[in-house]
């Protein structure tokens, strides 16, 4: 009895230290930027430890590689299902549902960072914009827009960043704008209210390659803003996982750069 009591610890001892093995494993590979084979690894841990405590964030870690490193949403959605599916009760779930239906994302709002824009002429001498991401829960984000002429602060917004349905929407100054409306495929469109009024909001195309002063960007959609009876509209250019990185004016035949993505830093969860 005593030498069998000894050899179930020692298997359970054993069995033990091959998970932790697994989920080191896979940290250590994502720290060393080897996502794809961190991936693989996470997987791995599940399969073998479904009832460890670290299953659940190890499918989400493993989904966030796929779609937000490499942009392979349907690599990441069976691993969110089956996180979904296998633990109800995880507190990730709210984050785990909302990656799942929002792939690629164009405004990623769990995002911790600075994203720095200056106007096209200048390459923001004579006006930029510093969007900082002050607080991030569960339910909103919070940040604030800080508008510069030259090096003089003229005007700081407080926003607020939630996700209702399929809708991102901006709160600002009493203003709840819907700025995207997922999926976002061309000739979607959607009505909403903002600071100037009521705007027709329309996806005008998608898969677009775009340059900044930030670099070059893939995937990205282009979204016209037009308030019924003006002349002049708005397009704005989405990035994935980047967000904004271009915002021009445009009319019957013109189109005309304004303000564009400089730089940006940010801290992913």
Known sequence: MRRELVFTVFAALFLSSCDNYHYKEAEQLRANGLGLAAAEEYKYFVEKS?????????????????SREFGVCSKSGPLLEKLLRNYPT?????????????????????????WV???????????????????????????????????????LQKRVYTISGSDLIEKQDGANTILL??????????????QGGSSIFKVEA?????????????NCVKISRRIPGMSSWMYEYYAPWKGKILTSVAGNGFENRVMELISYEEKTK
Do not use: H
């Not at 390659?209 to 070059?216: D, H, Q």
């Open 181 to 194: 409306r997922y999926p976002l495929n061309t000739g979607s469109s959607w009505t909403s209210n903002g």
């Open 50 to 66: 479904p009832t460890d405590a670290r299953a659940p964030l190890a499918l989400f870690k493993a989904a966030g590689i796929y």
């Open 206 to 218: 998608a898969g677009l390659m775009v340059k900044t002063r930030a670099g070059g960007f893939d």
């Open 90 to 114: 995880t507190t990730l779930r709210q984050a785990a549902m909302r990656a799942l239906f929002i792939c690629p994302d164009y405004f990623p709002i769990d995002a911790a960072g600075i």
């Open 117 to 155: 824009y200056g106007d096209s002429q200048t390459g923001g001498k004579n006006a930029s914009q510093k969007l900082f991401i002050t607080g991030v829960s569960p339910d909103k984000t919070l940040a604030e827009n800080s508008i510069y002429a030259g090096r003089q602060l003229v005007r």
